[in-house]
């Protein structure tokens, strides 16, 4: 079976810090993986998907970017950490339309920015 | 036209009262419609997904009526429980492959007993 882990589980960091959050996903290939926010009580906001290695597609210019150096290794990061990047970070995967629409979420990343 | 439209924002029913949500869609590319459970601190669970060529999919106390006429589909919960109680989600995927789902704003559920 498909699992999907994200760490870490909660962090705090400074403003002006560099960010570094890891998804992976174990039980399938080549998935099409996804970043999202969600600020506190809010709506899920679309930050990256990728459809393969090195193939990354940015829904909101912001101080984020995301890299897919693996398969399965989805990573998001900043070089200088902003308050309002405050949130709650979920990773998720589909097998794609050949294998499915199905989309998986993770256990996400609580990230405060103080 | 890429927005899913989700209505109410919140919603408080009582044990055992039917919890009606609704999503509105305006792109008629939009061939797959989920819903997703969220408790706090949790990630979205995929509940419960329906497909435009059926008008009705249950899965237990869980139902996705769809209208595709009128571009609308919701979710019924029978028989709610306090253990209902969390955020909803309606989505909606167009045709195009690798394209991401578009989520409704959510519906928080209160179920009080």
């Known amino acids: 079976s498909q699992t999907i882990h994200q760490w870490p589980a909660t962090l705090v960091q400074p403003v002006g810090s560099p960010l570094s959050l890891e998804c992976t996903v174990e039980g399938t290939s080549n998935p099409n993986l996804y970043w999202y926010r969600q600020a506190a009580g809010r709506g899920l906001q679309l930050l990256f998907y990728?459809?393969?290695?090195?193939?990354i597609s940015s829904e909101v210019p912001q101080n984020l970017s995301a890299s897919r150096p693996q398969d399965r290794q989805f990573i998001l990061s900043s070089k200088k950490l902003l308050l309002s990047d405050s949130g709650f970070y979920l990773c998720a995967w589909t097998g794609g339309r050949q294998r499915g629409l199905e989309q998986y979420f993770g256990p996400g990343t609580r990230l405060t920015v103080t | 036209q890429q927005q899913v439209k989700q209505s109410p924002q919140s919603l408080i029913v009582q044990k055992g009262g039917i919890s009606i949500i609704n999503c509105a869609y305006e792109n008629t590319a939009f061939d797959y419609f989920p819903w997703y459970q969220q408790f706090p601190g949790k990630g979205p669970a995929l509940l419960i997904a329906?497909?435009?060529?059926?008008s009705e999919k249950k899965e237990g106390r869980f139902t996705i009526s769809f209208n595709k006429s009128a571009k609308q589909f919701s979710l019924h919960i029978m028989d709610s429980q306090p253990g209902d109680s969390a955020t909803y989600f309606c989505a909606a995927a167009p045709r195009r492959a690798g394209t991401a789902l578009i989520f409704g704003k959510g519906t928080t559920l209160s179920v009080s007993s």
């Open positions: 990728s459809v393969g290695i090195g193939q």
């Open positions: 329906i497909r435009p060529d059926v």
